[in-house]
């Protein structure tokens, strides 16, 4: 007994019988490897094993240290001048913040006090090519980039979208969850 042709599908493809599609499906349900070529399917268990020691994952037991070692002598010195100031620019920038945030004149600043290290060595390893994209903590990360505070401060303020030009700076709008408080209920 033949059964009936399916309907048309969409896009102008021509529409198949229940026995073309059958045959179709165990057709690509089927490897068809070229003349000459290897088979598909592995004869050989894999010879990689799955890791069950974690000690080389893990960080070393000894931090990592340049300062009071012969590395230091490599480093440029208007380079960890430069970071320096820029860390305590930003513990100044956090604790500004956070008192405008006490004072009910930002609606949200998520401080960075002590990762300051972090925000601003991100910032710094990136090329004027690339583009920061910052997240919750990440607003010392976008003013070591080069913006200027106060439009960093701006989307915090709920005033703008992002308070600067992304293109401009390379660095997406700020992403920083909004807290739910009495003033938005």
Sequence with gaps: MRRATLAPPA????????????????????????????????????TWQPRTDPAPLLPDAEPLRVLGTDAVADADPALLLRLYAELVRGRRYNTQATALTKQGRLAVYPSTTGQEASEIAAAAVLEDRDWLFPSYRDTLAAVARGLDPVQALTLLRGDWHTGYDPHEHRIAPLCTPWPPSSRTR
């Design 11 to 46: 896009f102008g493809l021509p529409a198949r019988s229940h026995e073309e599609v059958d045959s179709l499906r165990q057709r690509s349900s089927t490897v068809q490897e070229p003349p000459g070529a290897a088979p598909a399917h592995r004869t050989t268990p894999p």
